[in-house]
């Protein structure tokens, strides 16, 4: 029974219908329908709902096997006509490639299952512990931080259970950088609202996030060019933080730049309302990018890297090709989106 102990307190949002008939009914339109614009439509928040497979949580409860998404994948794409190739051919691609993902990231943990307590470069540990400031750690979890896109991506997470990688990758990299909170604690609330929480996955994708592995560059989002870029109009973020909905475009990303008239305008009173930004943006990554400077410093930092490497690596090193606007595909997903 849902309402076991052992599944914690009670959803208090929707979340997406279980069981098998549900699962078959989700792929089947992901390969027929929504999935013709997935490639450029998965890190917007509000698009993705629709364009993403939403299958991750049945893989997870196994009500779909990986297997036979692959197979239904594949024959989908075997028997897409030539016109219809053009417009599926990488939107099925993409959506494989995170499949064989999927499956890499769960052998992973089960190799080195400490990855879920300790850090991949043990010269991370005890750089945020000490530091942990629990009036953030709160405001974060409930969408308070004052800064209007990650407000509306925690509160849709935690109403819905569910939110598109890129979101999930800025609300752990914000929590870890502009916060400088432990992504041990952040991980646990993140696992108990995930409808499709995948330990593999998930802790992989939280050291990575967090900068702590040693072995991959630091994923720092700038939560304003963030919304700027995938809610330019601020439909998604009036949606989940009405006490802006009469904000105007211009502000809606930083409403805290109106003046008092400005504000009486849209109902709105930065400080009582909604809260001013918890941390100053720029002032916190600065610290952020020095107490980590400071950590890869250490004579071992390197040797200890190349450790972390061996063991867990993903990717052998390719050359790198002139003039390319290719992106860095090491961006993995949280789960298959």
């Avoid at 609300?171 to 909170?181: D, H």
């Avoid at 502000?251 to 930004?277: F, N, T």
């Amino acid at each position: 029974s849902k309402d076991d102990p052992i599944f914690g307190d009670s959803v208090l949002g929707i979340t997406q219908a279980g069981g098998r008939r549900c699962a078959i009914k989700t792929l089947k339109s992901f390969l027929e329908d929504r999935g013709r614009e997935y490639i450029y439509r998965i890190s917007a928040p509000g698009q993705s709902e629709k364009s993403c497979s939403r299958l991750s949580p049945h893989l997870t409860w196994g009500t779909l096997s990986i297997r036979e998404v692959m197979k239904s994948n594949q024959a989908r794409r075997a028997g897409l006509s030539q016109e219809k190739m053009k417009q599926w051919k990488r939107n099925l691609s993409a959506f494989e490639s995170r499949l064989s993902w999927h499956c890499h990231f769960i052998q992973k943990i089960e190799d080195q299952p400490e990855i879920e307590f300790t850090c991949m470069h043990p010269a991370f540990e005890g750089m945020r512990e000490k530091d942990h400031n629990e009036s953030y750690y709160q405001a974060w979890i409930e969408g308070r931080t004052g800064y209007p896109f990650i407000d509306a991506c925690m509160r849709s997470l935690n109403y819905e259970g569910w939110i598109t990688f890129r979101m999930r990758a800025m609300l752990v990299s914000f929590a870890s950088y502009q916060l400088w909170l432990d992504w041990r604690k952040t991980g646990y609330h993140l696992a108990r609202i995930f409808t499709d929480y995948e330990p593999g996955i998930h802790y992989s994708q939280l050291q990575m996030q967090s900068g702590v592995t040693g072995i991959n560059a630091l994923r720092i989002y700038n939560p304003i060019k963030q919304s700027q870029e995938h809610d330019p109009e601020g439909n998604f973020i009036r949606r989940w933080v009405p006490e802006l909905r009469d904000v105007s475009k211009m502000w809606i990303h930083e409403p805290w730049k109106m003046d008092d008239a400005m504000q009486l305008k849209a109902k709105c009173r930065i400080g009582e309302d909604y809260p001013s930004p918890i941390v100053d943006h720029a002032i916190a990554l600065k610290n952020a990018r020095t107490k980590i400077g400071l950590v890869r410093k250490a004579a071992s930092f390197k040797d200890d890297a190349g450790k972390v490497y061996q063991k867990l690596g993903s990717r052998k090193l390719r050359p790198k090709k002139k003039n390319t606007n290719a992106k860095d595909h090491h961006q993995l997903s949280l789960m298959i989106d």
